[in-house]
């Protein structure tokens, strides 16, 4: 059964840091894109970071420079490292995984696993 489970959010003032992780279960991830969105109330969903074998990261502009993607193999695990976070990145922040092998410039997110989502509040 593949499951992405993720955690590490939390309330962080502004130019704190956290660190998200996203645990996944039921495939090899070295194989697969691995990608972050979030979700702020009453806005859409948005993309954040992705990560594949095939190509460099991504970053949304939003966060360049402030964030990072990586990942652990041997633990199965995705990891997005938060520093100098701004109010406007208070959201629910999901980790997903499309159901087919490839890299994150070929994802169409049309058929994906999601993980169950983690809030992250930003807030003085």
């Known amino acids: 059964e593949v499951q992405l489970v993720e955690s590490g959010g939390g309330l962080v003032q502004p130019g704190g840091s956290l660190r998200l992780s996203c645990v996944v279960s039921?495939?090899?991830?070295?194989?697969?894109?691995i990608g972050w969105f979030r979700q702020a109330p009453g806005l859409e969903r948005e993309g954040v970071s992705c990560?594949?074998?095939?190509?460099?990261?991504y970053y949304d502009d939003s966060v360049k420079g402030r964030f990072t993607i990586s990942s652990d193999n041997a633990k199965n695990t995705v990891y997005l490292q938060m520093n100098n976070l701004k109010v406007e990145d208070t959201a629910v922040y999901f980790c997903?995984?499309?159901?087919?092998?490839?890299?994150?410039?070929?994802?169409?997110?049309?058929?994906?696993?999601w993980g169950q989502g983690t809030q992250v509040t930003v807030s003085s």
């Open positions: 997903a995984a499309p159901k087919v092998q490839g890299s994150c410039y070929k994802w169409a997110l049309s058929d994906d696993y």
């Open positions: 039921g495939f090899t991830i070295d194989n697969y894109a």
């Open positions: 990560i594949s074998r095939g190509s460099g990261p």
